[in-house]
């Protein structure tokens, strides 16, 4: 079946790096969601992408959509230490229903 | 605009036992999909809700049933609990069925099995 992985699977970075996190599919993709989730609570949606080689911000996050369509790629400017957390990639799964990413965990020391 | 809401925010049960969960989605939004994550893990799709009616199913046996009402809220009903069932339940809205709409998810029910 269709496998979301991403990587790093976790990273601890300095406030103010840059950092870098891909996620790749064993299938074709036309949608890219990309999500935060803080402990305990629900993933936060951050940036949509829709078209391949699409490349869309939504402040110091970036994102691309591959044009192979089989992978995305999100970027965080000057990190900050509000930024810990775990990021998920999410495509469409067939019509109706989306899979997840294994998630990157990311801690950043001040 | 409200966003999505659920209730309760914890739960503990007994295998064996029965439970519901209970989702409202976001304004304006007409589909629910409900997801499982158990701890370390993604977010794994469970059934989606689409005009009071199951749209699609993940890879969740029977005893995982659900419902949606006119105004698109939506329960998670789970029989028979089992130990593995211990997780965090998600409920996610969108504008409409097809999964290029957004997702949006609820805060979680965490719910442990004993």
């Known amino acids: 079946g269709q496998q979301l992985n991403q990587s790093p699977q976790s990273m601890f970075i300095q406030e103010g790096e840059d950092v870098s996190m891909n996620c790749t599919s064993s299938?074709?993709?036309?949608?890219w969601l990309w999500y935060k989730q803080d402990p305990g609570e629900g993933p936060v949606l951050l940036i949509a992408?829709?078209?391949?080689?699409e490349l869309t911000s939504n402040g110091r996050l970036t994102a691309q959509f591959g044009i192979t369509r089989k992978d995305s790629f999100l970027n965080i400017s000057a990190s900050i230490p509000s930024d810990v957390g775990i990021y998920f990639c999410?495509?469409?799964?067939?019509?109706?229903?989306?899979?997840f990413g294994t998630g990157t965990r990311l801690k950043v020391l001040a | 605009e409200t966003g999505v809401t659920q209730s309760p925010t914890h739960l503990i049960k007994t295998r064996g036992q029965q439970v519901t969960l209970r989702c409202s989605s976001q304004?304006?939004?007409?589909?629910v999909s409900w997801y499982q994550q158990a701890l370390g893990q993604g977010p794994q799709f469970i059934f989606q809700?689409?005009?009071?009616?199951?749209?699609g199913r993940g890879n969740f046996p029977p005893r995982f049933s659900g419902l949606q009402f006119p105004n698109y809220s939506s329960e998670l009903n789970v029989n028979a609990l089992e130990l593995d069932d211990s997780a965090l339940y998600l409920c996610?809205?969108?504008?409409?069925?097809?999964?290029?709409?957004?997702?949006?998810f609820g805060p979680g029910t965490r719910l442990t099995v004993t």
């Open positions: 996610a809205s969108s504008s409409d069925r097809e999964a290029f709409h957004e997702q949006y």
């Open positions: 299938s074709i993709f036309n949608t």
């Open positions: 992408l829709y078209k391949a080689g």
């Open positions: 999410a495509g469409p799964s067939g019509t109706y229903k989306y899979i």
């Open positions: 304004s304006g939004h007409n589909t």
């Open positions: 809700y689409y005009r009071e009616e199951e749209n």
